[in-house]
């Protein structure tokens, strides 16, 4: 039996209305939804955001919500990924294709690419679906420009000792996860001598979205920061 | 009477389907399709991307297709913004609303910001809607993730002296026009002795799209490179 094919599929920020037609269609014609969830018992984001299509399907589809741990621990996050890679390929190998449905887009920062190396590597097909990112979703949500005319522009997951080296040359900088690491943000920001503007969303697009203008110390999970540098 | 909305809204990268949901609602509500030609008598490629939601439509819509000249000429630029603002606000004036089509997203590199912000300027309340980035359709095309872990990502639009002073520090570069300026790029990449990975992608999602391992000398404008060095 052929093996089923794998999609990796971005369903963006967070506001249903955000996905697109694409991953609809995709999310309608696919046997297995895979909804990673991050805590027990907590509904994943990324299944809520597609609950409404999977609703609309005609026919049922089965929905694998594995428990991915919120931790930093190597070995259990490597077991966690073993696991999950091993469900799916149990489906695949019975010829089904599944949707690995993922926040944002599955190429940026997605916990996809670490089950889907997993799943390659056995020769299954995976196809990408690109979703909003989370970046432009805040630079929508908040009416600012990300970039215009010559601007560079860095994405940072968190911040290290490159940042204040790389930071006089940037236009923009989008600090995801902020509330992470907000001090040493900060502290950096401020070390820059440019005039800036700030803008932080916190759960951007959803039902209880939060636009503030300069950082917010909150430890809301989903927060970003843009942060201009004025020339 | 009270005057229009204008919508600035991406249309993504390329192939219809990568259209959002709400961009789609929005297209089949609006009253005026604002879609800028980029040479005299070339249709949008925005507007193509959108041409059977239009098709759909219930009701008729007008739709405006101002050029913007492809030039460096500053003032030439200025007044085909003005002009386009105007155009619009004589719209907007009459009560209706009006949609913008920008490709990828409205705050990515596009031209909407200037004409926005002539229109913020006589008080027309504009909504960004985001749109797929050309850089994430790039990603997802090429098969490879953009970022991971604790990877800092750059985005440029050209290269200009920063970029080697920057690029130590970074683990994935994304191009964007490579053609624009291939020769510089090559040497600034080719002077980093870390291991890389080149991909490059023409006219992403579009029917003639293209992706090449290494970079592409074309001429054609639509043409991502991304450069992932390797830790």
Request: net charge negative.
């Amino acid at each position: 039996m052929e093996i089923g094919k794998l999609y990796g599929l971005g369903v963006g920020p967070g506001d249903p209305e955000l996905v697109t037609l694409k991953a609809a269609r995709i999310i309608k014609e696919t046997d297995i939804i895979f909804a990673p969830q991050s805590r027990n018992g907590k509904p994943s984001v990324a299944l809520n955001i597609v609950q409404n299509i999977i609703d609309e399907r005609e026919e049922e589809c089965e929905i694998l919500q594995p428990l991915f741990p919120m931790t930093e621990d190597k070995d259990e996050l490597a077991k966690s990924w073993d696991d999950a890679a091993e469900m799916l390929f149990e489906k695949l190998s019975n010829g089904l294709n599944a949707v690995f449905v993922t926040l944002g887009d599955p190429t940026v920062f997605s916990t996809f690419s670490y089950v889907s190396k997993r799943l390659q590597k056995k020769g299954v097909e995976v196809e990408l679906v690109p979703g909003i990112t989370s970046f432009t979703a805040c630079s929508t949500t908040a009416g600012i420009q990300l970039t215009e005319q010559d601007d560079i522009m860095v994405v940072v997951p968190q911040v290290d000792e490159r940042l204040p080296k790389l930071l006089p040359y940037v236009d923009t900088l989008v600090a995801m996860k902020t509330s992470r690491h907000l001090d040493v943000l900060e502290d950096c920001i401020n070390k820059d001598p440019r005039e800036k503007e700030i803008v932080s969303v916190q759960n951007c697009t959803m039902e209880d979205e939060n636009v503030v203008h300069g950082f917010v110390d909150n430890k809301k999970y989903f927060s970003t920061s843009i942060i201009k540098f004025k020339k």
